[in-house]
């Protein structure tokens, strides 16, 4: 990615700034050399990008800037830039040259180095190039820019005054698509898709443990776990450091929790070893530079010296889990690795998947250590995950139920939607309101209700999904 922004950077005026945030597509045939050249230069770019390492923090995943939690950014062309290469077939010497362009032509420039030195946009499709001279045999490379995904073609176009019968049907030379920027919900989808958690079969914050009234983990299963866990109503996690110790400040947390938003247990080590794992996991992927987990913290001074990230992430989760442990300097050096190596997205691919380039070489953080390559953990992606979404919603029975004082309600959505979900008591009213026109993405969703300042009763949760598509009721019971 960076290769296309350094050569969009040279030439394009401020009012194409949002090229920056695009990439070059995987299609495109062989570029074609020639004495002059109309419109992009390409830039030489350090090769060094790839030996950077990268991690996240959870401001970023949670895209702390807006209230909401972006969706994926589909893999869909939106432009497409190309080049085309007309030559002087003839045996006299012009001053002047006329295109007309198949598609709309959003950018394009003649450089002070061509021969044609004045560039002249009669309308979106003709344009009109003067002040030089092309003479018998040489050839000019014309490039532009378009914001729509069309294949582009000359039409025609004249060596000299638009005169006598122009040469038509010109293809490009070369021929980029361009895709949109991925965001970081992208990166999350595809960690779990490509098999990043695998193993523990989610990714996994804390212990599991045998006794479940001992202690308390998190397992999120999906990405959507995830996005829901790094920011709710309440905005992200800010508090603490904490262990698991409490759910909405009155209950014991104890056994496993699906997600957990800050409504629930806000509790900024946990968002960080969220961010943390997801760093070491996309790693092993081949999703950044491999061999982030595998680091060792540097610093003889704290007692984690010497030890691996993928270990330090465990002693985070034993810490959170068993409530023992200094979660203070835990918090302390996860924050400083994943502040130290985090940075704005920057992508070597998005056609097929995303691979992200590298924030800082490690010679520039000295509280990390490489080790040898041979140690390096790796994980085989699994190109080929394909999730079966039911085709039909589907509203589940709460579980538990009957419960004290708390119960989580899933249900499932065969694409997304609009979501609302309220409870209502034995006489039809309405007592909490779980989500208002919340906006969902497919699969399976779970909302944990909380019943602590109502009666034992029975009570009733309605589900309608975009204005009425959908809808059920169910009957739930709480027993004090």
Same mark, same amino acid.
């Given at each position: 990615?960076k290769?296309?922004n350094r ?6 005026? *401020? ?11 995987? #299609?495109?045939n ?5 004495n002059?050249n109309?419109g992009f230069v390409?830039?030489?770019?350090g090769?060094?990008?790839?030996l950077?390492?990268?991690s996240?923090v959870p401001?970023?995943l949670?895209?702390? #800037?807006s ?19 007309l ?9 002047e ?7 709309d032509?959003d950018?394009?420039?003649g450089?002070?180095?061509t021969?044609?030195g004045n560039t002249? =946009? ?10 030089? !001279?092309?003479?018998? /045999? ?5 490039k /532009?820019?378009c914001v729509?995904?069309?294949p582009?073609?000359i ?9 006598g019968? $122009?040469?038509?049907? &010109? ?6 698509f361009?895709?949109?920027m991925?965001?970081?919900t992208?990166v ?6 490509e098999? /990043?958690? !695998?193993v523990?079969?989610?990714? &996994? ?8 009234k001992t202690g308390g983990?998190?397992l999120?299963?999906k ?9 709710d ?8 450091p904490?262990y698991?110790d409490?759910l909405?400040k009155?209950?014991?947390?104890n056994g !496993?929790?699906?997600?957990?938003p800050?409504?629930?247990h806000?509790n900024?080590?946990?968002a960080e070893v969220?961010a943390?794992?997801l760093?070491?996991?996309?790693s092993?992927?081949g999703k950044?530079k *491999?061999?982030f987990?595998?680091l060792?913290?540097?610093?003889p001074?704290?007692p984690?010296?010497?030890s691996?990230l993928i ?5 985070a ?21 994943d502040s130290a190596?985090?940075g704005?997205?920057d992508?070597?691919s ?10 800082k &070489?490690?010679?520039e953080?000295?509280?990390l250590?490489?080790? *040898?390559? #041979?140690?390096?953990t790796?994980?085989t $992606?699994?190109?080929?995950n394909?999730i079966?979404i *039911?085709d039909?919603?589907?509203l ?5 139920n $009957?419960?004290?004082p ?6 499932i ?12 008591d034995?006489l039809?009213?309405?007592? #909490?309101?779980?989500l208002?026109q919340e906006e969902?993405d497919?699969?399976? =969703?779970s909302?944990d209700f909380f019943a ?9 949760y309605r589900?309608?999904v975009n ?6 009721i169910?009957k ?5």
């Open positions: 990615m290769n296309v050569f969009f950077m040279i030439v394009l005026i *401020p009012a194409l700034i949002m090229l920056l945030n695009m990439q070059v597509g995987e #299609a495109g062989h570029r074609t050399k020639s002059s109309f390409q830039a030489t770019v090769s060094d990008d790839t950077k390492y990268f996240f401001e970023s949670a895209a702390a #800037a209230s909401k939690i972006p969706k994926a950014v589909k893999r869909k062309n939106t432009a497409s830039y190309w080049e085309f290469v030559k002087n077939t003839g045996s006299t010497t012009v001053t040259m006329h295109i007309q362009f198949k598609q032509v950018f394009i420039r450089l002070e180095n021969k044609f002249t =946009q009669n309308t979106k499709k003709k344009y009109s190039f003067s002040v030089g !001279e092309i003479i018998p /045999g040489d050839s000019v490379i014309v /532009g820019y729509k995904a069309k582009q073609q039409k025609k176009y004249w060596f000299g005054p638009v005169t019968t $122009p040469a038509i049907n &010109l293809e490009p030379t070369e021929q980029s361009l895709l949109p991925p965001n970081y992208n999350i989808e595809e960690v779990f898709s098999g /990043g958690f !695998e523990a079969n989610g990714l &996994l914050v804390g212990k599991v443990l045998i006794d479940p983990w998190v999120m299963k990405a959507g776990d995830v996005t829901k866990s790094l920011r109503k309440d905005g992200t996690h800010k508090d603490g904490f698991f409490l909405n009155k209950k014991t947390f !496993e929790q699906s997600s957990l800050p409504k629930k806000n900024k080590l946990f969220m943390f794992k760093g070491i996991a996309a092993a992927l950044t *491999p061999g987990g595998d060792k913290y540097n610093d001074e704290n984690l010296h010497d691996s270990k330090i992430a465990s002693m989760d034993q810490a959170l889990t068993n409530r023992v442990g200094d979660i203070n300097n835990l918090f302390y050096v996860i924050r400083r690795i190596l985090t704005p997205l992508t070597v998005f056609g097929t998947r995303t691979v992200l380039n590298g924030s &070489l490690l010679s953080i000295p509280f250590k490489e080790v *040898p390559l #041979a140690s390096i790796r994980i $992606p699994r190109l080929h394909n079966d *039911p039909v919603f589907t589940q029975q709460n579980y538990p $009957p419960f004290n708390s119960t989580t309600i899933k249900f959505l065969p694409s997304a939607g609009l979501v609302t979900l309220k409870i209502y034995i039809g009213r309405e007592v #909490a309101t779980l208002e969902l497919e699969g399976e =969703q909302i602590d300042n109502l009666s034992s009763g029975i009570y009733f589900l309608v204005n009425g598509e959908f809808q059920q169910k739930m019971m709480f027993v004090k």
